[in-house]
């Protein structure tokens, strides 16, 4: 039996593994670049966390033959003015802002440490 994977690890690998890629990925290609230390998913559940992220607006699907999935670029602006319209909107923002923090990778967790203050450059 596999071992479970902490919450939200998935979403946050594929995020992780769709940033890397030099370009839009298909949901293949993102499970060839699979990590060997995590527990591979199933095709079918690759699909599904892309297409919520899809949903979520995080990536963009591009259709064609195959699928191909990239991030969506943001700028900086707007980005914040969601992440503090979900915070404001979340009836518990700890449990809010926990949520957003295990969805980050560690480059991404680092440059959040520096920004408020908590961790050395």
């Known amino acids: 039996m596999v071992g479970r994977r902490a919450h939200g690890q998935l979403k946050t690998t594929v995020l992780a593994l769709l940033r890397e890629a030099d370009g839009p990925v298909t949901a293949r290609m993102l499970l060839e670049r699979w990590p060997d ?8 559940t690759v699909i599904t966390v892309l ?3 899809q949903q979520a607006g995080a990536i963009e699907r591009i259709d064609g033959a195959e699928a191909r999935f990239r991030v969506r670029p943001v700028a900086g602006g707007v980005a914040a003015e969601s992440m503090l319209a979900a915070l404001f909107e979340s009836a518990d923002r700890g449990a809010a802002l926990m949520s957003f923090a295990e969805q980050l990778d560690a480059k ?9 203050g908590g961790g050395a450059a």
């Open 37 to 44: 230390a995590e527990p591979r998913p199933a095709f079918t």
């Open 108 to 116: 991404d967790l680092d440059l959040l440490r520096r920004a408020v």
């Open 51 to 53: 297409t919520r992220l």
